[in-house]
C-alpha cells in the first residue's frame, strides 16, 4: 500500500512538472498574441501575426475566418494600383494591367504576378469604348506590342 502512495506521487508529480514546463514555454507566446477578437483592421491583423495574401490591396485572415483588406490610398499615376483619368475609367491591379471604370477600381482585388505583356499598356490608352465600356483602346501598337510583348530581363516586383 504504502508502494501505490510513492508511485501516484511521483506520477502527480512528473504530471506537474510537465504541465509547468509547458506552461512556461508558452507563457511568451501567449503574452504577444493578440486576442482575435479585439482585431479590427488589416493592421493589427498582420500585427497578430495572422497570414497575408500577396494580392493588391493585400488582405489577411484571423483565424476565426475574419478577413480585412489593406486601405490604400488611390494613386494618380496609371500602372501604379489606382490611376485614376478624367474619361471615368481607371487603371486597376496590382500590375496596371485592367482598365475599369472609376466606380469599380477601388473595389478591384488582383494577384501581384508580372507578365511581359502587362509592359505595353503602360502605353495604352485606357478610356470609354464603342460600347460604352472602360477598356484598352486597341490601337496598332497595342495590337503588336501584345503579339510581342517586351522581354522581361529582371523579374518585376510589384
Not at 475566418?65 to 481607371?90: I, S, T, Y
Not at 502605353?123 to 477598356?135: L, Y
Amino acid at each position: 500500500m504504502q508502494v501505490l502512495k510513492i508511485a501516484g506521487l511521483i506520477v502527480l508529480a512528473c504530471v506537474l512538472t510537465f504541465g509547468g514546463i509547458i506552461i512556461f514555454r508558452m507563457a511568451p507566446k501567449m503574452s504577444r498574441m493578440t486576442p482575435q477578437s479585439v482585431i479590427t483592421n488589416f493592421d493589427e491583423c498582420a500585427a497578430a501575426g495572422n497570414p497575408v495574401m500577396e494580392s493588391y490591396p493585400r488582405q489577411c485572415r484571423t483565424s476565426d475566418g475574419r478577413l480585412f483588406v489593406e486601405e490604400v490610398p488611390p494613386m494618380e499615376e496609371p500602372g501604379q494600383g489606382l490611376g485614376l483619368q478624367a474619361n471615368d475609367c481607371a487603371v486597376a491591379g496590382c500590375s496596371g494591367q485592367l482598365c475599369v471604370s472609376a466606380d469599380e477600381a477601388g473595389n478591384i482585388v488582383t494577384t501581384c504576378e508580372y507578365r511581359a505583356e502587362y509592359g505595353c499598356y503602360k502605353e495604352a490608352s485606357c478610356e470609354p469604348q464603342a460600347d460604352g465600356k472602360c477598356g484598352w483602346t486597341q490601337t496598332s501598337e497595342l495590337r503588336q506590342c501584345l503579339a510581342h510583348p517586351p522581354a522581361m530581363d529582371e523579374p518585376q516586383v510589384q
